[in-house]
């Protein structure tokens, strides 16, 4: 399988990443450098193999929904690029 | 009043007895090591150096000192990778992106070695978001090898992720130092700068705040100048952490005890597969030069399979990338770290301030692991790489029926020129062939410093143990380093005159 510009288009929109017309010809070739290679997986037969799931056997733990931290809003806002009042300010999202 | 250089040149076990035997006081040594950080900003291992907290923690250990209430680390001052978040001290993770952030938390680990009496002297340089092998992706600028080959004047890569990690200890900026590794991170940068590398057990220290890359891979360990003092570190960073779900119930025992008592009857499996083409012949005949160390110490050496081994780097470069950009996700220039500046709308604001923020291979393993998890390809490539990952483990399960212990080369060569292995990313990815397994089958490994090259450039062993058995691999460790005798330090090329 390779990748196209168009391809790289719609993965870079999905993470939500801009990636400029002059970078996307490289970025093919570097994405399909590292595709080509992990392509050598295929010749294992992986069927009725399960797929990893944990290194370590163990249950994860569970624990009480209840609250053990809190009141730290202002730790929080601490490192915000824009704030007013504890609140993060964003370009308008809904018209 | 000038202190004795050699302050600087002590390890970390030697310190704790010189500190014990108030020989030394801890304001001494730690004066000396800012001091050894200042004259070595040529090096670029600090990120952020931290020397009136350093002052601080060390005055308040020479009290406890005094009052006889010292901890396990009392007064011991370390270098943290900057992957670790630490409380009030800003934290960069090498990131453009995180150029400003200022934790207000403590990762667990670090918490641990405060706990324990140890001193910060600062943060250390790594490759972005620790995506690399010879910290080249840093924002700060590579760090460098203290190494240098004979009759050159060349800037050699302090491998990564954790390269300013292992260029502060093996420059003796610090006693010891804190990194962590997710595929190699710890140990190949520990061996090509000639120091000590622990990657612990998946869940033996806690992940709590440090700052993820892959999470089902990454682990914090001890990179020290002996294999003592890693035992001694570890002992001290891991804990059962309800902040973090993995790590596992299992008591800390006194890894330094465990590494006593030698090596006789310890079945020592060499996998053939490890044996790559284009090896230099140097790292084929110093894990030969291992294996017969460990025999001459009582060990009984067999040889075992790991048929997938090959698999292992691409099975990688699929689950790391796939978690990588789902952790990354956060980064969107909205509650913390870099914003991008005139935007039009909050779609501008994410992909604009990612793309100023983040560098060239961070872009690219968040480009590969959104195309593996993205609708149609995600059984092709993700879930064919965790199936993968059960035979690695496999492998491993199977080995350890027939040995206690595996023995590899830590890497497949010496250090490398800075600038050499930037243009090919597979070639850079390959660094890690010896290291990578291990963490997909969340096991333990040690890179312990064995020889030189006919350069003069280091060269180290691994060591793989069964899951939670880092006290063997610490026990071989020190056969290894008892035999190879690595007394080797780099020419201080590097000092401020």
């Not at chain 1, 993965?11 to 595709?35: C, H």
């Not at chain 1, 992986?46 to 370590?56: L, W």
């Amino acid at each position: 399988m390779s990748v196209d510009k168009d391809t790289v288009r719609r993965i870079a929109k999905l993470a939500r990443l801009k990636v400029t017309e002059e970078r996307l010809d490289p970025m093919v070739a570097e994405l399909n450098g590292i595709f080509q290679w992990v392509e050598m997986l295929n010749e294992v037969k992986v069927e009725g193999v399960p797929a990893m799931t944990s290194v370590v056997a163990q249950k994860l733990k569970w624990r009480k929904d209840e609250v053990a931290d809190g009141d730290v809003a202002d730790g929080l806002m601490r490192n915000a690029p824009e704030s007013e009042e504890n609140f993060f300010v964003v370009p308008k999202v809904v018209e | 009043m000038s202190l004795p250089s050699s302050l600087a040149s002590f390890n970390l076990a030697e310190a704790r007895d010189a500190l014990k035997a108030k020989s030394i006081s801890s304001r001494e040594l730690t004066d000396a090591l800012i001091r050894a950080a200042a004259d070595s900003r040529g090096l670029n291992a600090f990120v952020t150096e931290t020397p009136e907290r350093a002052v601080e923690m060390a005055q308040a250990s020479d009290l406890r000192i005094k009052h006889g209430e010292a901890r396990v680390l009392e007064g011991l001052p370390l270098a943290i990778k900057d992957l670790f978040c630490t409380k009030g001290v800003r934290t960069t993770a090498g990131s453009k992106i995180l150029s400003n952030f200022v934790p207000p938390y403590e990762s667990t680990v670090t918490q641990n070695l405060w706990n324990a009496g140890a001193v910060m002297l600062g943060k250390t340089n790594m490759d972005e978001f620790a995506m690399g092998s010879s910290n080249e992706t840093s924002a700060a600028g590579p760090a460098l090898n203290p190494w240098r080959a004979k009759n050159s004047n060349a800037n050699l890569v302090p491998g990564g992720s954790s390269g300013g990690s292992a260029a502060a200890v093996a420059g003796d900026l610090c006693l010891a130092a804190i990194g962590t590794d997710t595929g190699g991170s710890i140990r190949q940068p520990a061996a090509v700068t000639g120091i000590v590398g622990l990657k612990p057990t998946y869940g033996r220290c806690s992940r709590f705040g440090i700052v993820a890359f892959a999470s089902s891979l990454d682990q914090a360990g001890p990179m020290t100048k002996t294999v003592r003092d890693a035992a001694m570190l570890l002992t001290s960073m891991a804990s059962v952490d309800p902040k973090d779900s993995t790590s596992v119930d299992i008591a800390v025992p006194d890894y330094e005890k465990q590494m006593a008592g030698g090596i006789k009857g310890l079945r020592v499996g060499i996998p053939r597969e490890y044996r790559i083409d284009g090896a230099p012949a140097e790292v084929s005949a110093l894990w030969e030069k291992g294996a017969a160390w460990l025999k001459a110490q009582g060990a009984e050496i067999v040889e075992v399979s790991l048929p997938h081994t090959k698999y292992a780097l691409p099975t990688y470069y699929i689950v790391a990338p796939a978690e990588a950009s789902s952790n990354l996700a956060r980064y969107d220039g909205v509650r913390f770290g870099h914003r991008a500046k005139g935007v039009s709308d909050i779609t501008e604001l994410y992909e604009n301030s990612r793309a100023e923020g983040f560098g060239a291979e961070v872009q690219r393993r968040i480009l590969i692991g959104t195309y593996v998890l993205s609708a149609g390809y995600y059984d092709a490539y993700y879930a064919r790489a965790q199936k993968l990952r059960t035979l690695i483990k496999r492998d491993f399960d199977q080995a350890f029926e027939r040995c206690d212990v595996l023995l590899t080369p830590a890497t497949p060569g010496p250090a490398f020129g800075v600038g050499e292995k930037t243009a090919d990313p597979v070639s850079m990815y390959l660094q890690d062939v010896f290291t990578v397994t291990v963490n997909l089958a969340g096991l333990p490994a040690l890179s312990v410093p064995a020889g030189l090259t006919a350069n003069g450039l280091p060269l180290g062993l691994q060591l793989i143990g069964k899951a939670f058995d880092e006290g063997t691999i610490l026990r071989a460790g020190k056969a290894i380093e008892d035999a190879a005798q690595f007394i080797h330090k780099p020419t201080d090329w590097w000092r401020a005159a």
